[in-house]
């Protein structure tokens, strides 16, 4: 006998169901009574089968009701014939399948390009899935006989690449079935046990009576399961929600009718009585009442009498933030003030990516859930390392070791430093988890010195750099237990892959110590039991998938890359399984397969034109319009006509969609709210459900509610989210918010409320007045007291003078800009500079031996000087690079260019190089060399022409006064500011050269290498540009006020250290340097100075006319002044002690002003704008303008944008900045 209970989601099946259960037991003999629902099912079933028989008081009779799934019943049916295979979980699938791959990799056609790609085996195994499904086998799919029916049907002919793409997965099926011979795939199981039912060798189902319930579809291999039940069992009851014959809504139970249609039949034609029974079926839902009337009319073209339905409403927010919080305070609302359970509400979510967002939404509002979303293991920090250490073994890279180093999971030593690996991975030695801290170093370090992946495996040991130990500690610790698993793994097949992963992680990473400390909270140290929980469920989960591995891959010979692929695949196929954690929670699932008893409001979110109904499952390889075809062609193609229509068309997929929408909308039995967001979570545009447009045909006064215009008082329901709502509420004045500061503040969230208050102020004070606003930035005198230094460099101090802001980012925020160490153009310069001072540095103290230096000595000196700068500057990697070689050579002669013209220079005038690199940030005095000269300086010819050229020794050169020992005190220049304090100014100064009068004062001349040609400007100076070396000589000058013997400011000197150019073959040094390599800057004029100076240009000019004559050409007077006119600063930039005076104290007073401004909060973009002359390599000046905005990375964020600065050029030409 077979019956069949069907009616509409009004109607309660399951009741019926159980019902007829019940009746069974009016007698007191033994029943076998067998309920089968689908596997989501099962617990909330047996929950109601007992609830119900406890209340009939037949608690006693409950073990004779086994509810069971179609797969149980396999299990037990097969096992009762003495199966003994194993069941393949997914991971067995996924290691099978990749093995089926590999076998046919070579015999593929259509889909050779695509097996080796990541995420293809997870295709296969859905279209084997979706093939089993439909109930064919890969006994059914044979190439051969696809290929000759395929000849034979002409219509089947012209659609060649789908016969290639079915014959290739007929031959991976084939492969696959037979890798799973001693398994059993939960799939087949159902079918094999079908027909062990049909040849009478299962006893399971005597004297029972079976009910099947809950379910909304069946799969091939289930209906032919029900089928071959019909043919041995007496009594079957079926239960289904549906409307049979009912044609306005065909298309919403089509597809169930079509099933009963095809169980029905089938009873019938084997001689078994049917009864269709749709009467006397309790009702769910009260009758007149809105849900009812959706059940009872929804997907038709009927429209309900109930004109303004209260307890259905469409909500429209303006994204899913919004949607989830007007959720999230809906339900607080019922519960609080509708007397409504928390276990009593659903959340559905169209959209699996909604559980992470609910879920923080619930947590504001302080709701207790549980989250039946299933949640794979992939995204879990502890696969995430696992992949990141199968990654970093299959492919060595820097990126990939950094990516490891990120998973937070490596330690380092807790002390010392290793010196080896003899005891370094001993248990004993204890470990400490990387810090965030140590791996941006070691990020940073990578970053910075530019390595690649070759130098990761040997230490780190550069020159000259402190942060390499720090380094390579980290490196030791993480990199070199991977390389000797790299080495250890070479040739292993795949279970000895797996057994040293899982041992380098248990023992080596100490990945147990790991998980329990990443359990601890941060502020008090105890555990945290959810975290604890989730840790431990995904560590028995890849210890079991580990274990299979192993077992599956022995004697398999895969590469990394492949096994990277199954690792990831078998956790993209691994879900975690969670239970309820409390009694009393809302139940926050998806459309398809959520369903729970009791539920008397239902919230369904992400109600999108492309989210709802949901889609049909994939097709696996096969595209919609290939699946249909096959569907359509299976007779034609040589498979099974039995299996003809087994695979779902696309109009029934459609069907199934919208019946399992129909079943969402009719779950509660009270309260329906539709929302959907005008924005997804990525920003993109949506629109509403077409299934919304259905619920308003039935009821068309439905209320849509705009989320975003229902007030503070609804959403303000936990104490977080109403402190978020205040938060947003920052820039406006209202009532509401008035209120909920008054609310905030009884909850003793003032302190809360008066931070952002003071924010609100601030940012008001600042945009008061419309034309001051421009760049105007204000901090927290307490703020600006924390972020600024008393102490700072000389060039910091010069970028202070140009824009406030960009010194607050730079200095106060400390966003500083990531650099390489790589020898790039922005590093030649740093490489001459080095070679210069190297080369003074070694002859400052005997500068005789220095004028005795031949062009090729200077020439191999540089060579030196430039590899050594590589080595300690950057990664020294230049080994057989022909490019760095010739660059090299190049910068050489550049070197010695400027060495030439030094030489000339200290030839002709009584400044000598004292100290180099002077560091002025420590009190400290200095010894002064002895390198005066009292004997004839001679330069060697090849050096007193930049070419080889012939010409006479030069004359005598004018002597310095000889000094005896003298001290140079060195400390940082002092600015007192007005309230008593001081700022500190330091720094370290390229070169400092001085002279000796012969009244015993010295004079210091501050020396900046600069590779380009750079000139000073005293009215810039003024407004606080380019004063960096004036800073430097100010220092040096106060440090030595109270010496015995004075001494005095001599100038500034920016010296070029580019090429020369060499643009006449007979130029000689002395020419060069009155050209474009004299110093250009500043000197301090007073009797002795002007002495020193007219002697080295009379000295200059001199050699040159001698020069001239040599050739036979006389140096006209306009040439003569011209080159006069080059070598000696005049004007503005050779002020007297007096005029130098006034300028310290304009520049220190403008400094102290800018402190003051900074460290009193005010820091505004107003950069200061001006011009600069720059002599170029023909000699000839060049203006160019310059601003602190060019190429400055904060301009985005100063609200400035060039609107208002101060122009220098403006303010001395008497035009007004603003205008």
């Known amino acids: 006998m077979i019956k069949v209970f069907a009616r509409g989601a009004e109607y309660d099946i399951s009741a019926a169901i159980r019902r007829e259960i019940i009746a069974l037991f009016s007698d007191i003999s033994a029943k076998n009574i067998i309920l089968i629902v689908p596997d989501q099912f099962e617990f909330e079933t047996e929950k109601a089968i007992y609830k119900e028989l406890n209340e009939k008081n037949l608690l006693l009779r409950l073990r004779e009701i086994h509810v069971e799934t179609f797969s149980s019943l396999s299990k037990k049916i097969l096992a009762e014939a003495f199966d003994k295979r194993i069941y393949a979980d997914e991971t067995i699938k996924n290691i099978l399948m990749h093995k089926a791959v590999r076998e046919q990799k070579n015999a593929l056609t259509s889909l050779s390009r695509q097996a080796d790609k990541s995420g293809f085996c997870k295709k296969m195994l859905a279209t084997v899935s979706m093939l089993k499904t439909a109930g064919l086998s890969a006994n059914t799919l044979d190439e051969n006989s696809i290929r000759k029916s395929a000849e034979k049907n002409e219509k089947i002919k012209n659609h060649l690449p789908i016969i290639e793409k079915l014959c290739d997965v007929s031959k991976i099926a084939a492969s696959y079935e037979s890798n799973m011979r001693k398994y059993l795939d939960k799939l087949d199981a159902i079918g ?13 189902f005597e004297n029972a009576d079976i009910f099947v319930d809950c379910f909304n579809d069946f799969t091939g291999s289930q209906l032919y399961f029900l089928m071959k039940l019909t043919e041995i069992a007496e009594n079957i009851t079926l239960g289904f929600t549906v409307e049979l014959n ?3 809504r065909e298309i919403l139970f089509s597809g169930l009718q079509s099933q009963i249609d095809k169980i029905v039949g089938y009873a019938n034609e084997i001689g078994e009585k049917t009864l269709i029974i749709e009467d006397n079926i309790p009702r769910r839902l009260p009758e007149k009442k809105p849900i009812s009337e959706l059940s009872e009319k929804i997907f038709g073209e009927k429209k309900s009498e ?7 409403k469409i909500i429209r927010a303006a994204d899913v933030y919004e949607e989830i919080d007007y959720t999230a305070a809906k339900i607080k609302e019922l519960c609080v003030d509708g007397g409504l359970l928390y276990r009593e509400i659903a959340v559905l979510c169209a959209d699996s990516s909604y559980g992470k967002y609910i879920k923080n939404a619930l947590e504001k509002y302080e709701i207790p859930y549980f989250l039946d979303i299933p949640e794979q293991i992939l995204y879990q920090p502890l696969v995430n390392f696992f992949l990141a250490v199968i990654n970093v073994l299959r492919d060595f890279s820097v990126d990939n070791v950094l990516s490891l180093i990120k998973t937070n999971f490596m330690s380092k030593p807790k002390s010392g430093s290793p010196d080896g690996t003899e005891d370094f991975f001993s248990s004993d030695m204890k470990k400490c988890s990387l810090s965030k801290k140590d791996i941006d170093d070691f990020e940073n370090y990578i970053f910075e010195w530019n390595l690649q992946t070759k130098h990761l495996k040997k230490p780190f040991n550069y020159e000259n750099n402190p942060s390499a130990e720090r380094a390579e500690k980290i490196r030791f610790a993480v990199v070199e237990p991977i390389l000797i698993l790299r080495k250890k793994i070479k040739d292993k097949d795949g279970a000895e892959i797996t057994r040293l992963i899982y041992e380098y992680a248990a023992n080596d990473v100490g990945i147990e110590r790991v998980l329990y400390n990443r359990c601890l909270k941060r502020n008090s140290g105890e555990i945290d039991a959810e975290l604890l929980r989730v840790n431990q469920q995904v560590w028995d989960s890849l210890a079991k998938i580990f274990e299979t591995l192993e077992r599956e891959l022995k004697g398999e010979n895969i590469s990394l890359d492949e096994y990277y692929r199954i690792f990831s695949d078998i956790c993209a196929g691994t879900v975690l399984a969670k239970p309820p954690q409390f009694c009393d929670c809302v139940l926050v699932g998806d459309i398809d397969r959520t369903r729970a008893g009791g539920i008397r409001a239902a919230f369904i979110l992400g109600a999108s034109y492309e989210k709802f109904p949901t889609s049909a ?11 249909e075809f096959l569907r359509e062609n299976i007779d034609g193609l040589g498979i099974s006509a039995l299996n003809s229509g087994a695979l779902k068309s696309v109009r029934e997929k459609y069907c199934l969609s919208i019946y399992r929408a129909y079943r969402a909308l009719t779950l509660p039995t009270e309260r329906l709210e539709i929302a959907y967001p005008n924005f997804d979570e990525k920003g993109n545009e949506t629109s509403r459900s077409q299934v919304i447009d259905d619920v308003l045909s039935v009821f068309p006064a439905v209320e849509i509610v705009n989320a975003s215009a229902l007030g503070e008082r609804f959403y303000c329901r936990s104490i977080r989210a109403a402190k978020q709502r205040y938060a947003a509420l920052l820039r406006v004045n209202t009532r509401e918010k008035a209120l909920l500061k008054s609310t905030l503040k009884k909850l003793d969230c003032g302190e809360f409320v008066d931070k952002l208050d003071e924010i609100r102020f601030l940012k008001s004070r600042k945009n008061a007045d419309i034309s001051d606003k421009i760049g105007v930035h204000v901090l927290k005198n307490k703020t600006a007291e924390q972020i600024f230094d008393r102490t700072l460099g000389a060039t910091s101090a010069e970028k202070l003078n140009l824009c406030k802001f960009k010194y607050f980012c730079e200095f106060g925020l400390k966003i500083r800009e990531k650099t390489r160490r ?20 070694k002859y400052c103290s005997n500068m005789s031996e220095f004028f005795k230096l031949s062009r090729s000595e200077f020439t191999s000196l540089a060579l030196y000087y430039i590899e050594e700068f590589c080595r300690i500057e950057t990664n020294g990697d230049f080994e057989g690079d022909k490019r760095a070689k010739f660059l090299f050579l190049n910068l050489a002669n550049a070197a010695t260019d400027v060495l030439i013209t030094l030489q000339a220079e200290f030839a002709a005038r009584d400044y000598r190089p004292k100290f180099f690199e ?31 050229a012939s010409a006479k020794n030069p004359e005598n050169s004018p002597a310095s006064a000889v000094s005896g020992d003298e001290i140079l005190y060195v400390k940082p220049l002092e600015i007192r500011l007005d309230d008593g304090s001081e700022v500190k100014i330091t720094g370290r100064v390229d070169r400092v050269d001085m002279f000796f009068s012969d009244n015993q004062s010295s004079y210091i001349r501050v020396v900046d290498y600069k590779f380009n040609a750079k000139s000073f400007d005293v009215e810039n100076a003024k407004f606080g540009v380019n004063i960096q070396m004036l800073l430097y000589l100010f220092a040096l000058c106060d440090a030595n006020k109270n010496n015995k013997s004075p001494v005095l400011p001599g100038g500034i000197s920016y010296i070029p250290s580019a090429a020369s150019g060499a643009v006449e073959d007979k130029i000689s040094a002395f020419r060069l340097l009155a050209m474009n390599h004299h110093q250009n800057g500043l000197y301090v004029r007073d009797e002795n100075t002007d002495a020193e100076a007219e002697k080295y240009a009379d000295f200059l000019i001199n050699k040159i006319i001698s020069e001239e004559e040599n050739i036979n050409n006389q140096l006209d007077e306009k040439t003569k002044s011209s080159i006069m006119k080059s070598i000696l600063p005049d004007g503005e930039n050779a002020p007297n002690t007096e005029e130098f005076n006034l300028l310290r104290e304009q520049c220190i007073a403008l400094l102290r002003q800018n402190l003051e401004d900074i460290f009193s909060g005010n820091v505004c973009a107003l950069p200061v704008n001006y011009s600069e002359k720059n002599l170029g390599i023909d000699g000839k000046t060049q203006k160019k303008r310059k601003s602190p905005c060019d190429y400055c990375r904060f301009s985005l964020i100063c609200g400035n944008n060039g609107d208002k600065v101060i122009d220098i050029d403006n303010i001395l030409k008497g035009v007004n900045s603003d205008e």
């Open 617 to 627: 499952e994939g097709t696996g390889v096969f595209s919609e319009n290939e699946t």
């Open 306 to 312: 109930i004109n303004t339905p209260e307890t259905i």
């Open 192 to 204: 094999e046990a079908a027909e062990i039912l049909s040849s009478n060798k299962s006893r399971f």
């Open 822 to 841: 790589i020898f790039n153009v922005g590093n030649r310069g740093n490489a001459v500079h080095y070679v210069l001072q190297k080369v003074l540095e």
């Open 918 to 948: 002077l560091n002025i940030s420590n009190e400290g005095g200095m010894l002064v060399s002895e390198n005066v000269e009292n004997e004839q300086i001679v330069i060697p010819e090849a050096v007193l022409y930049t070419e080889k």
């Open 246 to 248: 009912e044609n306005s």
